[in-house]
Nanobody, 126 residues
Framework: QVQLVESGGGLVQAGGSLRLSCAAS????????MGWFRQAPAPGKEREFV??????????YYADSVKGRFTISRDNAKNTVYLQMNSLKPEDTAAYLC?????????????????WGQGTQVTVSS
């Protein structure tokens, strides 16, 4: 059974930093591209792409809204993907979910991903 478990969320002031982790089990982690998405609480708000990383970690891709502030990385020996978030803004407030795609690189489309975690809440106060 595949499980993706996120951790590291919390309440932080604007300008602060958080590091999210997503621990994977039940799959051969190094054969899955990984992505981070976020879901804001506003009604009708769609799941938003944040960042993606290839199986080897050699290629990453970011949404324009987080480029230069967030960094995605992975440790295949620990079956874990990370999202380092710096210079946080109130508009970054959302539930952050990690996802796994059985491909070398998953990209920005949420429907391409095969497995999802439950999410970890990030709240940025102004």
């Amino acid at each position: 059974q595949v499980q993706l478990v996120e951790s590291g969320g919390g309440l932080v002031q604007a300008g602060g930093s958080l590091r999210l982790s997503c621990a994977a089990s039940g799959l051969t982690f190094s054969t899955y591209a990984m992505g981070w998405f976020r879901q804001a609480p506003a009604p009708g708000k769609e799941r938003e792409f944040v960042a993606a990383i290839s199986t080897s970690g050699g290629t990453s891709y970011y949404a324009d809204s987080v480029k230069g502030r967030f960094t995605i990385s992975r440790d295949n020996a620990k079956n874990t993907v990370y999202l380092q978030m710096n210079s946080l803004k109130p508009e970054d407030t959302a539930a952050y979910l990690c996802a796994a795609d059985y491909a070398i690189f998953g990209g920005s489309s949420w429907f391409a991903y095969d497995y999802w975690g439950q999410g970890t809440q990030v709240t940025v106060s102004s």
